[in-house]
């Protein structure tokens, strides 16, 4: 069985047929951050699936090996002390979560076990400083560098955005608070939008956060800012529906925030319009997406998640996070061969070294170069905006009316989120402390 | 430092009421300069908010001052249990074909426990067996009703008979057999079985958020999602939102029906006293066995009230749980053993939270300002606002 | 106030016609200390039975063992039975016993503290199923303990260590029992109420054909009013007859009653160093 | 009566040991103890009797420090002590009884009564006793020396490693007592020692009182509804009722008054 | 209140005997064997320098934090075991022994062996401030109180204290120096911390049983018949938080040093209940609670249950289809955690420590059963 056309791989110069490599990754499945690692998990096991009906790698099968925190840093602590005790030792581990990053960060890198983690905040790559490179790598651009980009492009659309002023409304805990530094606000000064001083947090749980948007709006604010998932962006929109906000504040977001998930969960706070409250939310779009229908990676996966009879749900963001990974896995995985001659003499400094120097596209979908420099996180990205596809699939729904809805047995009706571009993919801007 | 504590215990309440004027002293000055600046629409708007979202803890602190007045037990399991409750309900309410033998065990657990409350030798009396058997057949058909327009109903009749089934489960198998332990030792039992819990709603209902539309139908009603008020005295709009003064009501019918159930009937007074003293209530002759099964049938059947219009009212996932940390404290707030108090407490938290929100932001008051509050009452009344006072006498 | 003064209730269903026996039990607490070392005994319907013996030597479990409170306090009967008419009590939950008629008024005063004074006896009157006569009831226990009335409005936590002697047993009596077992009632009343503790148990015994189980250290009073008696001894019956045998009985008369060879009180500053020995040896 | 009093203490030449002068004492509207006065005087068993709910528990958890009373001020050995908590009281010589036995009933007897000698271990404190070689071993086996003295005393030897709540309501008792005399009181407040015992032991009891005052000539008050028994150990009677002190005297005196009669007897004296 | 039930059955013959912690040969054998096997355990792991790989390398790491968790629930036990006071925010305090210690070396270059027994005070201090209360406020009201502990301090260093704490962001924990000698290496803390953990428990079991420690448990047993026998109450319940939040600070302390980042979520309530379940599971009240405590949830939680998922993995989502695989590992961990607590609280409400003494009185007594 061959891999699709558009896959360009290294060559492999050893055989490894017969042995098989374990993808290390645990991270919080059940706590506040589920809506995101579920279908990560999905994504990673029917690409798996795949990859091992098709040849694995250079013969390799691929497994994985994965514990749930429940987003209780201690149980980080000790899934991460069983990781590292295994013999032989991972040459690389997979994490979700920037808390969980941030607390290994130095352990890590004593046990010289590089790690790969789709989300990434300063401290968890560059440390306290933002200047000190550790073992670890990110799959997506930091926080703080995505709203500096959406800066850029507020500060670029005054028609849009006049008199810009953003609002950070957030979860609280290190994800949440992640791009709240004083770079992206001087940075977003000299894009001539202003950053509120006060930031404003919530609880996943909470049910009413009114309070904290009108403490936004009262300050000044026309934009929000959420560093949140799933139901975050969706309680925001719902709140702002309700108090009859919706039109004169803006919502966005982390790339998390254009998801799925939100649409799903914000789908019956309908504005007068009659489409969910979140239509028209911006975000970051560091991938392509699901209704980028012709490009062939993002093809791949509908095949992919069809074939494994996925729901709606779980086709999102981070089902596309779960797929690249795997065959970023490969690319790592052939290229350290090739140079160190066997799987059994790799170590975790090996993959390091190509770590470091990788310029790759997995599955088409983005682009990871850790070559350029001191960077270790990715940089391509977009602005995007989410909207809800019409009865004819041709485009947004302007209005209730012309949407596609379909029913639910709850007796509301799910509308199906698309996300429009908005910008080229750009290189965002580098906001580490100390630059 | 004698000195210091001789005054101090001679002028105890002064001193006590000293503290408590500096507190809101410091209280006033920090806050004056926001005070002033603020609109009164906000301070409308805050408190009416703070008091419909505390109405869902008011609920939840019920539950918990039910089963502490039935058994002397601090039930952290409670959230725990409003999350099964919740889970359970939506099953029932978003499947339209239920599958009528799950109805069926369902029911026939439930029935099954409710006739062995006092011990499974009841189970040989003939009459409560045939009581029983009509019982699980009537559930069946309930929960099994096909159809869009039963959901409500079905899930009702479905959510009580599962919490209720939980709720003497978790009696019969972890709390009975404790009986005449350390409290502390009943505390963790109580948290062992949120873990059970917590494990078992993973499994069978999974990680991902649920969104429980029950409000959804209150549009059909003709209710809007949300009342708008301005008024020029206001400075600004206000909105209420339909859902939370729903649940509001719900909360405060709840309460109404606790106090009537307290009122006409001895159940209250023989929950005290096996609360109180286990081992003489039964010696009395009070069965112990069946108050603490019905407290915790009771309490099963709230907890799954509060789960559903909390996760209505924002979606079901596995951290509604923690929902519950903000009803702890309105139940000591209000007393351990006062149905006034949990009502009380419930809606003091909530107003706190959203006025601290509104104050002071960094998350001051959902995640300090109910424990700050909290010490604060409790310096100057050590068993909560309406509390039984603890009786020393040597 | 005297308890023949009261109006005495009409004989009601609680006058019993059943025997208790006991039959050679034997209990085991925390299954290691074994306190009980076979027991045997009979409670004739509408008689007074008197237990007598020293502190600890198993007069309190004995009753625990009828009443079924022994459960609760990791005691075990290991063997022998107790019979209630045809019924094993032995086998029967506490408060099963207590619906039965068998109830035990429980040493050292527990009280229901938190409740008032009525409520506890509220509390009491729950398992008598005839509880519309409530307030007549409540009336007679108030006529028996007039000082009750006074305080039924307060929390009995406060009470004074009499007062709350005289409401554990007025909660007792407000079951209606058909065998009211007693365990030391006069504990720490005084002495004008002491004698109105045995009119009443008189009364209770003789009106409404209630049978009593005594256990009391006042041996003198209680020998007045027991029709039969047993002594105990490191958990056997050492001894047992009608009571006025037992009255006339040597021992009986130096260690229980506080009499001396002539039959006369003696004086407790009297006592002598001697006993000591006696007892080590004996 | 204070002149009797007067007439009393010239007679036996005692000093006061303690003095309670006017005393009130209510809980809401309760009035629990009103007005009260006596002393006990160095070196004397003093009786308190009383209907139930008299007041004497009162009356001695106000000497104690547990009630504060409302009005009045207590002296001990002549220096007023109503200021002071609780515990300093048991360290100026107070020690007690409890009528509702208060013990560690998850303490062995033996815990108990080194519990009890917590004020006369000194040396003992956080570090010294977190270190324990040296000087809080030599302080612990000294003091043990003195426990198990009191143990032989009371005749617990065969109880000393059992946990209190295994024992028996007399027993427990027993231990009481032997706590209060670990803490070697110069004043002994007993309520109702007693109760719960059959002759034989309340002559035990009887002689273990009469023998500490003998030997330790230690001041005491005793609450006891055994009259024969108060009348034949004690040197004087205090009688309350209803919170009053109704009549004091020599158990002689008191046998014959009316009031006591009347309140307390009955027609049984 | 937790109890100090000891079975009959012990006699000595004279105090110092009565006095000894191990009163017999076999204990004192056990006692020092065990110790011994502690203190070669990383010497036998594949990067201990004999070159050997009897025990693998994990234990270290499992050692090193039992010990750890072994102090601060000792502390735990100190206050809720013997002093009946029961504390939901125990993981607050550790948390400020954390980042008082690490702040110490970090802001003023303290080296890390002054560090961490004034980090203990510092955290002994602030217990203290939340020991107040216990004056008047009791039982679950008190356990409110300190849960409110664990809301208000994290708080506190995560928004006001932010500068100093880094707020929700780590904190990096600077290398543990010996005069110029780096304790990088887990080895050398190993040694460090183990025999650390030995002392702390010895002090506190010497503690626990000379005049402070019977003061302790009359508070616990009847508060008002002691403070009536001469025992300041308030000053003992002071005294226990105090303590107690020493242990905690000193865990905390050396929990930093062990692992070089703090992140403040770590010390949550989930922690505090874990510290609850291994002082109960392991004996609240007794000197051999808390170690017996934090072995057995470390090795349920580390070694059996990961097995016992592992098997189930398959299996469950193959016998009940609805069931996803990739809630199997999430769901049963606590399930099975959860069931093991429950089942062990209702067969040994006691703990494992009562059982032993049953165990060793029964050996000792054998062969009469009674
Ligand atoms: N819960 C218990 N656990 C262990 N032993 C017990 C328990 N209760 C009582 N005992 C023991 O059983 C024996 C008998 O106790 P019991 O209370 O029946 O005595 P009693 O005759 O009522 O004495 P008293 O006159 O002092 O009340 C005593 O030696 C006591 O130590
Ligand atoms: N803390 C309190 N609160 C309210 N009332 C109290 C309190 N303490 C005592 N009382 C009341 O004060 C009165 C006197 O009680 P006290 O215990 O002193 O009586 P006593 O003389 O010891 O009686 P007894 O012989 O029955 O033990 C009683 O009526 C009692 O109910
Ligand atoms: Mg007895
Ligand atoms: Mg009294």
Redesign the pocket.
Not at chain 4, 52 to 59: D, V
């Given at each position: 069985a061959q891999l699709p056309e558009f896959i360009k791989h290294t060559e492999c110069e050893v055989d490894l047929t017969g042995e098989t490599i374990t993808i290390y990754h645990f991270g919080d499945i059940s706590g506040p951050y589920a809506f995101i690692t579920q279908p990560l998990l999905a994504g990673l096991a029917d690409t798996i699936a795949y990859w091992n009906a098709h040849g694995g790698i250079c013969g390799a099968m691929l497994t994985t090996d994965n514990k749930d925190t429940g987003g209780n840093p201690a149980q980080t602590q000790a899934h991460y002390d069983y990781y590292r005790a295994l013999e032989p030792k991972p040459q690389l581990i997979v994490l979700y979560a920037s808390g969980d990053a941030e607390l290994l960060r130095n352990q890590v890198a004593a046990d010289q076990i590089p790690v790969i983690i789709s989300a990434g905040s300063v401290e968890g790559l560059y440390g306290e400083d933002g200047q000190t490179p550790g073992w670890i790598y990110a799959t997506n651009p930091l926080y703080v560098d995505q709203l500096g980009m959406f800066c850029e492009f507020v500060g670029a659309n005054p028609a849009e955005f006049p008199d810009p002023v953003i609002a950070y409304v957030s979860w609280a805990g290190a994800f949440g608070e992640a791009a709240f530094m004083p770079e992206a606000i001087d940075y977003c000064a000299e894009q001539g939008v202003k950053i509120l001083p006060e930031p404003q947090y919530f609880r996943p749980t909470d049910t009413d956060i009114s309070t904290q948007i009108l403490n936004a709006v009262d300050a000044g604010a026309n934009i929000i800012y959420t560093n949140s998932l799933a139901s975050g962006p969706a309680l925001i929109a719902k709140t702002l529906n309700d108090l009859g906000l919706l039109d004169e504040v803006k919502l966005s977001g982390v790339n998390w925030a254009l998801d799925t998930s939100v649409g799903l969960l914000g789908r019956t706070s309908l504005a007068d319009n009659g489409l969910p409250a979140v239509n028209g939310m911006y975000g970051s779009l560091p991938f392509r997406w699901w209704s980028e229908v012709q490009h062939p990676g993002v093809a791949f996966n509908r095949e992919l998640a069809t074939a494994n009879e996925r729901a709606l749900s779980v086709q999102n963001i981070a089902y596309i996070l779960g797929s690249t990974l795997v065959d970023l896995y490969h690319e790592i995985y052939v290229r350290t061969v090739n140079r160190v001659g066997s799987l059994s003499a790799i170590t975790g400094s090996d993959i390091k070294e190509t770590l470091d120097n990788i310029d790759y596209n997995p599955l088409d979908m983005y682009n990871v170069n850790f070559a350029n420099g001191a960077r270790r996180s990715t940089t391509g990205n977009r602005i995007a905006q989410m909207f809800f596809i019409n009865a004819t699939m041709t485009g947004p729904a302007t209005s209730g009316d012309d949407a596609m809805k379909i029913p639910n047995p709850d007796g509301t009706n799910i509308f199906v989120p698309i996300l429009v571009p908005r910008t080229e993919v750009q290189d965002v801007p580098d906001l580490r402390p100390g630059n | 430092m004698e000195a210091l504590q001789k005054f101090y215990r001679e002028n105890r309440t002064l001193v006590t009421w000293l503290m408590v004027a500096a507190v809101f002293i410091v209280f006033y000055l920090l806050t004056q300069e926001r005070l002033n600046s603020l609109r009164p629409s906000r301070m409308v708007q805050t408190t009416i908010t703070g008091l419909l979202v505390g109405g869902v803890y008011a609920l939840i602190a019920l539950g918990i001052v039910l089963i502490n007045k039935a058994s002397g037990v601090f039930n952290f399991a409670q959230g725990y249990m409003m999350l099964f409750g919740g889970m359970l309900f939506y099953s029932f309410f978003s499947t339209p074909n239920v599958n009528p033998l799950a109805a069926g065990a369902l029911a026939f657990g439930t029935v099954l426990m409710v006739l062995a409350m006092n011990g499974w030798r009841e189970l040989r009396n003939l009459r409560s067996l045939g009581i029983g058997v009509a019982a699980v057949v009537v559930l069946t058909l309930l929960m099994s009703w096909q159809g869009e327009d039963v959901r409500m109903l079905r899930a009702i009749v479905g959510g009580i008979t599962g919490s209720v089934f939980v709720g003497l489960f978790i009696e019969r198998f972890t709390i009975r057999p404790l009986i005449g332990q350390p409290l502390f030792t009943m505390v963790l039992m109580t948290l062992a079985v949120s873990e059970i819990l917590k494990g078992f709603v993973n499994l069978i209902w999974g990680s991902v958020p649920i969104s429980l539309q029950i409000f959804s139908g209150l549009e059909r009603l003709g209710l809007p999602n949300t009342i708008r008020w301005e008024a020029e005295f206001l400075q600004g709009r206000v909105v209420v939102r339909t859902d939370l003064l729903v649940t509001f009501f719900l909360a405060l019918a709840a309460f109404v029906g606790f106090v009537l159930f307290f009122r006409y009937t001895n159940v209250g007074l023989a929950m005290r006293a096996s609360a109180e003293n286990q081992q003489l209530a039964q010696s009395v002759g009070l069965r112990v066995r069946v108050i603490l099964a019905v407290a915790w049938g009771i309490t099963a059947i709230l907890a799954m009230l509060a789960g559903v219009l909390q996760g209505g009212a924002s979606q079901l996932d596995l951290n509604l749980p923690f929902v519950a940390f903000s009803a702890f404290p309105a139940v000591l707030l209000g007393g351990l053993e006062s149905i006034t108090g949990a009502l009380v407490g419930g809606l003091i938290i909530g107003l706190v939270q959203d006025w601290g929100n509104l104050l002071y932001g960094n998350q001051a008051g959902t995640e300090l300002m109910p424990y700050l509050v909290l010490m604060i009452v409790l310096i100057i009344r050590p068993d909560g606002l309406f509390g039984e006072k603890r009786i020393e006498?040597i | 106030m005297q308890a023949e003064a009261v109006k005495a209730p009409e004989v009601r269903a609680a006058s019993s016609s059943l025997t208790l026996q006991v039959n050679n039990i034997e209990v085991i607490y925390n299954s290691v200390i074994l306190v009980l070392r076979g027991i045997s005994f009979t409670v004739e319907p509408g008689q007074v039975v008197s237990l007598l013996g020293p502190n600890g030597a198993g007069k309190s479990t004995t009753l625990k063992a009828i009443s079924g409170l022994l459960k609760a306090e990791v005691g075990e009967i290991t063997r022998g039975n107790i019979m209630w008419g045809n019924e094993r009590l032995d086998l029967l939950s506490g408060e099963d016993i207590v619906r039965r008629g068998v109830v035990q008024v429980i040493e050292g005063r527990p009280l229901f503290r938190h409740l008032t004074v009525e409520e506890n006896l509220r509390v009491g009157s729950m398992t008598y199923r005839g509880g519309r006569e409530f307030s007549y009831d409540l009336e007679r226990v108030y006529a028996y303990f007039p000082r009750l009335k006074d305080?039924s409005k307060?929390i009995s936590g406060?009470?004074?260590?009499?007062?709350g002697q005289m409401l554990v047993i007025g909660r007792a009596l407000m079951a209606h029992p058909k065998l009211i077992m007693l365990d030391e009632p006069s504990l720490?009343l005084?002495p004008m109420l002491v004698e109105e503790i045995f009119d009443i148990v008189r009364n209770i015994n003789r009106q409404e054909g209630t049978s009593v189980l005594l256990v009391e250290q006042n041996a003198h009073a209680a020998l007045n009013l027991a029709d039969y008696g047993y002594v105990m001894e490191n958990g056997r019956i050492v001894l047992d007859g009608p009571a006025e045998q037992l009255r006339e009985n040597a021992d009986i008369k130096e260690f229980y009653l506080g009499l001396n060879q002539m039959g006369e009180r003696k004086s407790y500053k009297d006592v002598k160093h001697y006993k000591r020995r006696k007892r080590w040896l004996g | 009566m204070e002149v009797n009093i007067v007439a009393d203490r010239e007679k036996l030449n005692m000093p006061v040991k303690l003095r309670v002068d006017n005393i009130s004492l209510s809980?809401?509207g309760?009035k629990?103890l009103r007005n009260v006065s006596f002393d006990i005087n160095e070196g004397e068993i003093l009786a308190v009797i009383?209907p139930?709910?008299?007041?004497?528990?009162?009356?001695t958890n106000s000497i104690n420090g547990f009630?504060t009373p409302q009005e009045g001020t207590i002296y001990f050995e002549g220096k007023p002590i109503n200021h002071l908590p609780p515990y300093k009281r048991a360290k100026l010589g107070i020690s007690r009884t409890f009528?509702n036995i208060a013990l560690y009933t998850n303490a062995t007897v033996l815990d108990n009564l080194m519990a009890a000698r917590h004020i006369h271990m000194k040396a003992t404190n956080l570090i010294t006793g977190a270190i324990f070689y040296g000087v809080a071993q030599r302080e612990e086996i000294e003091h043990r020396r003195r426990v198990e003295e009191i143990i032989d005393f009371l005749e617990m030897e065969s109880i000393r490693k059992t946990t209190v709540g295994a024992l028996s309501y007399g027993l427990r008792k027993r231990v009481e007592l032997g706590r209060a005399l670990a803490l070697e009181p110069t004043l002994l407040l007993l309520d109702?020692p007693m109760a719960g015992m059959n002759v034989e032991e309340k002559e035990d009891m009887a002689r273990f009182i009469i023998d500490i005052h003998e030997r330790q000539g230690t001041t005491i008050m005793i609450?006891e509804?055994d009259i024969g028994l108060v009348m034949d150990i004690s040197h004087r009677i205090v009688v309350?009722d209803f919170?009053q002190k109704i009549s004091e005297g020599t158990p002689q005196q008191i046998r014959h008054d009316e009031r006591v009669i009347k309140a307390y007897l009955g027609q049984e004296a | 209140m937790a109890s100090n039930i000891r079975p009959a059955g012990v006699f000595d013959t004279s105090y110092a005997q009565d006095m000894k912690i191990n009163r017999t040969r076999t204990s004192r054998f056990l006692a020092n064997a065990a110790f011994v096997a502690v203190l070669l355990l990383p010497l036998l792991t594949a990067e201990g320098g004999l070159g050997l790989s009897v025990v693998p390398a994990v234990w270290v790491g499992i050692v090193v934090r039992i010990a750890i968790y072994t102090i601060a629930v000792i502390g735990l036990n100190i206050l809720m075991g013997y002093t009946g006071q029961i504390s939901l925010g125990h993981a607050a305090f550790v948390g400020v022994g954390a980042y008082s210690g690490a702040l110490m070396a970090r802001l003023w270059g303290i080296p890390f062996w002054i560090a961490v027994p004034l980090a203990g005070l510092f955290t002994a201090l602030v217990g203290l401030l939340f020991g107040l209360p216990s004056l008047r406020v009791k039982g679950f009201y008190l356990a409110m109180a300190t849960l409110a502990a664990q809301f208000i301090i994290p708080w506190l260093m995560r928004y006001p204290m932010e500068r100093l704490t880094n707020g929700s962001r780590p904190l990096e924990v600077p290398d543990p120096q010996f005069f110029g000698f780096s304790f990088g290496p887990q080895v050398v803390m190993y040694y460090l911390i183990i025999p650390l953990a030995v002392l702390m428990a010895f002090l506190a079991r010497n503690l626990t049983r000379s005049r402070v420690g019977r003061a302790l448990i009359s508070v616990r047993d009847n508060d008002l018949a002691a403070e009536l026998l001469g025992i300041n109450v308030f000053r003992y319940k002071l005294l226990a938080f105090f303590v107690s939040s020493f242990y905690a600070g000193v865990a905390g302390a050396l929990w930093a040093f062990d692992i070089g980042s703090l992140s403040l979520d770590k010390f949550n309530l989930a922690l505090s209940i874990e510290f609850l379940a291994m002082l109960i599971i392991g004996g609240a009240g007794f000197p051999l609670g808390p170690l017996f405590g934090v072995a057995f949830i470390n090795i349920l939680r580390e070694n059996i249950i990961p097995n016992v998922v592992s098997n189930f993995k398959v299996v469950l989502p193959n016998v009940f289809p609805f069931i996803a695989v990739a809630d199997v590992e999430s769901s049963l961990v606590p399930f099975l955690f959860g069931l093991a607590l429950v089942i062990f609280l209702i067969v040994e409400p006691r703990g494992l420590a009562y059982r032993w003494e049953i165990l060793r009185i029964a050996w000792k007594i054998r062969p009469y059963a009674y």
């Open positions: - | 006498r | 305080l307060r406060y009470l004074s260590g009499g007062e720490g005084a | 809980f809401g309760i629990a009383g139930n709910g008299a007041g004497k528990t009162s009356l009630y009528q109702e609450i509804h309350l919170g | -």
